[in-house]
């Protein structure tokens, strides 16, 4: 599991990538193609056409990380069918996306948000 994920905002690249690209292709992808920037405190997953191999590129200080993971068996449930060319999760959702299930997890206890008192 990727360690020191917490508040970064993971964004999914919706559809199936070509994974032959390594960082500066996929840091492209994230600049020209979502309009994001590759820079920030964020995660960028992609995920190739059988859905067996992910690679998440996210930038640290002074350089970029890739991580690369490949299933032996089984496939990923990476969502095909978005809107958008990118869908924003957590770290929660990314954790559950790594480890086979469904990033919409409807048993899930949902977040809550406390209101500052006055």
Known sequence: MLTGVGSETVYL???ATD???SIDGLAAIVQLNFNLDPFSPSLFVFCNKS????????WCR?????????LEEGKFEWPRHAREKTIAIGAR??????????INQPKAHKGVKLEAAL
């Open 51 to 58: 859905r067996t191999r992910l690679k998440i590129l996210r």
């Open 62 to 70: 002074n350089g970029f990380w890739l991580y690369i993971r490949r």
């Open 19 to 21: 994974l032959r690209k």
């Open 93 to 102: 959702e990314l954790g559950w996306l790594l480890e086979g299930m469904d």
């Open 13 to 15: 690249a919706a559809g």
